[in-house]
């Protein structure tokens, strides 16, 4: 996923940002398994690293959609990562959806997990 208009604090359009998943390790306990996490990064418009955000929680983690978080003046003020968690290693759950807010600079807003299913969300996005 990617947006091609990064926004700074002034509105101004100062890069790119990107985001998917990524192998962080194998873990080897009683079963062997992929830790998979997710990663957004911003690169300025000369392609130059601005920042990264890295995501992971659970045994597999995957990004499920990427868009712009908006304030009450509908000025853009960061980024939403929705994310699949699959499998809880500490508690074992069902799958759940998660959303987790960005700041313009790499920083978690909030995070909060929501009730609804893959079909549900599908229609919404």
């Given at each position: 996923e990617y947006i091609l208009k990064g926004y700074n604090d002034k509105q101004e359009i100062n890069g790119f940002v990107s985001a998917g998943?990524?192998?962080k390790?194998?873990?080897k306990e009683e079963n062997e398994y992929n830790d998979i996490q997710i990663?957004?990064?911003k690169y300025d418009k000369q392609g130059k690293l601005l920042w990264e955000y890295d995501y992971g929680k659970t045994k597999e983690d995957k990004l499920y959609y990427l868009t712009y978080s908006y304030n009450n003046e509908?000025?853009?003020n960061g980024y939403i990562i929705y994310v699949d968690k699959t499998y809880n290693k500490e508690e074992q759950q069902e799958q759940k959806i998660e959303i987790v807010r960005i700041d313009l600079k790499g920083k978690i807003i909030e995070e909060k997990e929501l009730n609804l299913t893959n079909t549900i969300?599908?229609?919404v996005i």
């Open positions: 998943t990524f192998l390790e194998t873990i990663m957004l990064v509908n000025k853009i969300l599908n229609k």
